[in-house]
């Protein structure tokens, strides 16, 4: 038996430490939603799993404990994302995942496209999507999308003169709403929001317009309106939100993609899940109540709210039993 057959044998279900990021829009729910023991005020963001870098996640439980994801792709390569995933992003571990909190409206933004981004910035674009875990009371709403036909040229004239609210749609959001957001989709989470987010590992935004808000030394912050212009998508949609039925104890598939594929489970009852002929890594993301989950190798770990779990590619299946009832957002590429 070589080193490398010993490696693939002793993979795990790995979780990682949260990267916590204070934002000026932050709101006060991601700490207690993780029961986290920390006293960092405004966090607006908790990167859960992410390979960008200078913010790499760090693996916090098992042999591999203290190695960031980017040495765990580069040691442990297919066998921990897939092989056809490896062939296409090598040591880039595809996806970045996030719960968001917005205590305020988010900047209105749009994302270029895996080729634009790959000629300005050596960088996959991002494409994304949301699910929402919560809406303070009903008091929530984002902006997905055009609701009306504009031109680059109109475009710009509205960031200019403070009316490009009136050309998005803008939506009154409750829990278990779904959003997918392409590249070149101009969106912005509202106040209230609070989310997880799945998206390509990219951190390429263009800030579109920021409500003339200024920073603590009176600042404005940056626009990117000549590099938003030509990677906005103007098609202009009925409905921008993703529309599916929610079922009990079985997947229900929320969005499928070059990118990802995504489905939400609501389980009350115990669940096999078989990835025999997956050719992926998978990523559970756990919204409401816990569950233990057992691999094909006998290893076990209990996940709950606020946690997120990257189980390798290696895994055949899962075996899971939920602690009363459990919610949790399954996704891989």
């Known amino acids: 038996m070589n080193i490398n057959t010993l490696k693939i044998l002793i993979m795990y279900p790995f979780k990682f430490n949260p990267i916590l990021k204070s934002t000026i829009w932050g709101g006060e729910k991601i700490i207690p939603f993780k029961q986290l023991n920390a006293t960092q005020s405004q966090v607006g963001e908790s990167w859960e799993i992410s390979n960008v870098p200078g913010d790499e996640s760090v693996v916090a439980n098992g042999a591999d404990a203290g190695k960031n994801l980017s040495e765990l792709v580069k040691e442990y390569k297919g066998a921990l994302v897939g092989e056809s995933n490896y062939q296409r992003f090598g040591d880039n571990f595809p996806l970045l995942i996030k719960f968001i909190d917005a205590c305020d409206d988010l900047s209105i933004q749009v994302h270029p496209d895996d080729e634009l ?28 999308g055009l609701k009306k036909q504009i031109t680059p040229d109109e475009y710009a004239a509205m960031i200019a003169d403070n009316t490009i609210c009136d050309a998005l749609a803008d939506y009154a959001v409750q829990p278990g709403d779904v959003f997918f957001l392409p590249a070149g989709r101009i969106h912005s989470i509202g106040a209230g929001c609070f989310i997880a987010e799945i998206q390509e590992t990219s951190n390429v935004t263009y800030r579109i317009y920021d409500f003339n808000r200024k920073d603590k030394n009176g600042n404005t912050r940056e626009l990117h309106t000549e590099l938003s212009k030509d990677a906005i998508d103007y098609t202009v949609e009925a409905d921008y939100r993703t529309h599916y039925t929610p079922k009990k104890n079985e997947p229900v598939e929320l969005v499928s993609c070059n990118h990802f594929t995504t489905s939400v489970y609501d389980l009350t009852e115990n669940m096999s899940m078989d990835y025999s002929e997956l050719d992926s890594f998978v990523i559970y993301i756990c919204m409401e109540g816990s569950c233990t989950v057992t691999d094909n190798e006998g290893n076990t770990l209990t996940m709950q709210a606020g946690e997120s779990v990257l189980f390798p590619a290696t895994t055949q299946s899962l075996e899971v039993v939920p602690q009363g009832n459990v919610k949790f957002l399954e996704t891989y590429v």
Do not use: F, P
Request: positive net charge; without cysteine.
């Open 117 to 144: 981004a790959k000629v300005r910035h050596n960088s996959l674009g991002k494409t994304e999507m949301w699910y929402v875990i919560g809406n303070n009371g009903g008091k929530a709403h984002l902006r997905s």
